[in-house]
């Protein structure tokens, strides 16, 4: 081996050499016209005389990627059949058992609260709109009141035959001496 890199060493000192006394190109500062035939013949020389250890250490290295790479392929598939025998060991422990229903008792207790918010809601937009339609009627009674006394009839009487309070869907779409309809809404 190491007459082989000693011959190396001499063909390359002969190829600086040929580079060397190539002759310049003129006007052109690093250029040099070199004798082709002479270059290609100490390149085909260097060639055969390298080692085949050279060639072999391609296909090594080739081979050795393939090999990590395959190995790199092994230890993912390990540390997921890990994760997943560690998850397995872990469901069947009483932590995990208490945790999970913990989560259940929580759910159940959101799920209640969110019963009990819809139901109030309820009350209350019934609340509402019962004090609305009230708020309503009486704003009613107050304007027939007010155009009785403009007419100088005696508001109370007046009132009181126009304009009656019904529960829902009573009397629904029933008309005054007017004309005009009388609803609950």
Same mark, same amino acid.
């Given at each position: 081996?190491?007459? /082989?890199?000693?011959?190396? &060493?001499?063909?390359?000192? =002969? %190829? ?11 006007? +052109?500062?690093? %250029? ?6 002479? %270059?290609? #013949? ?29 190995? !790199? =392929?092994? *230890?993912?598939?390990?540390?997921? =059949? *890990? !994760? ?13 058992? +208490? *945790? ?19 139901? &109030? ?12 339609? @009230? ?15 403009? @007419? ?16 829902? &869907?009573? /009397? ?6 007017? &004309?005009?309809?009388?609803? #609950?809404?």
């Amino acid at each position: 081996m190491r007459e /082989d890199m000693q011959y190396i &060493g001499e063909i390359l000192d =002969e %190829l600086d050499a040929v580079v060397q006394d190539a002759s310049s190109v003129p006007m +052109r500062r690093g %250029l040099a016209v070199v004798d082709r035939t002479d %270059l290609l #013949s100490i390149l085909d020389e260097l060639r055969g005389s390298l080692p085949g250890e050279l060639a072999e250490s391609e296909v090594i290295r080739r081979e050795s990627r393939a090999i990590i790479a395959e190995a !790199h =392929e092994e *230890a993912e598939r390990i540390v997921q =059949e *890990a !994760h997943r025998v560690a998850e397995e060991k872990v469901r069947d422990t009483e932590p995990y058992r +208490r *945790a999970q229903r913990r989560a259940a008792e929580t759910i159940d207790r959101a799920e209640r609260y969110a019963q009990e918010v819809a139901s &109030g809601s309820e009350v209350y937009q019934d609340r509402v709109m019962g004090q609305l339609e @009230s708020w309503f009627q009486d704003s009613l009674i107050s304007v027939g009141e007010s155009r009785q006394e403009l @007419s100088g009839s005696p508001a109370s009487q007046a009132a009181g035959e126009r304009i009656t309070r019904t529960e829902p &869907g009573e /009397d629904e779409g029933r008309e005054d001496e007017r &004309g005009w309809r009388v609803s #609950s809404a």
